[in-house]
Nanobody
Framework: QVQLVESGGGLVQPGGSLTLSCAAS????????IGWFRQAPGKEREGVSC????????YYADSVKGRFTISRDNAKNTVYLQMNSLKPEDTAVYYC???????????????????????WGQGTQVTVSS
């Protein structure tokens, strides 16, 4: 049984930092791609970042480029999302996803689409507020 567990969320002031973790069991995070998504109240789910396991290429939403960094630790079967210079508009529930359905070469166009992934975690709340 595949299980993804996110952690690291919390309350942080604007300009602060958080690191989210996505720990996997039942599936190795060394195949395909791992994505991070977020959903704010009243808004659609948004692709935040993705890392290709094949070549470590990373992808970011324009809204987080230069502030967020995705990385992975195969030994720990964990993917991280380092979030710096956080803004109130980053407030959302953050989810990790694995089991990318398509060949790696489609990541460029499909990484930020939620239906591209088979498995999802339960989410972790990130609140950016003073």
């Amino acid at each position: 049984q595949v299980q993804l567990v996110e952690s690291g969320g919390g309350l942080v002031q604007p300009g602060g930092s958080l690191t989210l973790s996505c720990a996997a069991s039942g599936i190795a995070l060394n195949y395909g791609a791992i994505g991070w998504f977020r959903q704010a109240p009243g808004k659609e789910r948004e692709g935040v970042s993705c890392i290709s396991i094949q070549n470590d290429n990373s992808y970011y939403a324009d809204s987080v480029k230069g502030r967020f960094t995705i990385s992975r630790d195969n030994a720990k079967n964990t993917v991280y999302l380092q979030m710096n210079s956080l803004k109130p508009e980053d407030t959302a529930v953050y989810y990790c996803a694995s089991g990318f359905r398509f060949p790696e070469w489609l990541l460029t166009t499909a990484w930020s689409t939620g239906t591209s992934y088979r498995y999802w975690g339960q989410g972790t709340q990130v609140t950016v507020s003073s």
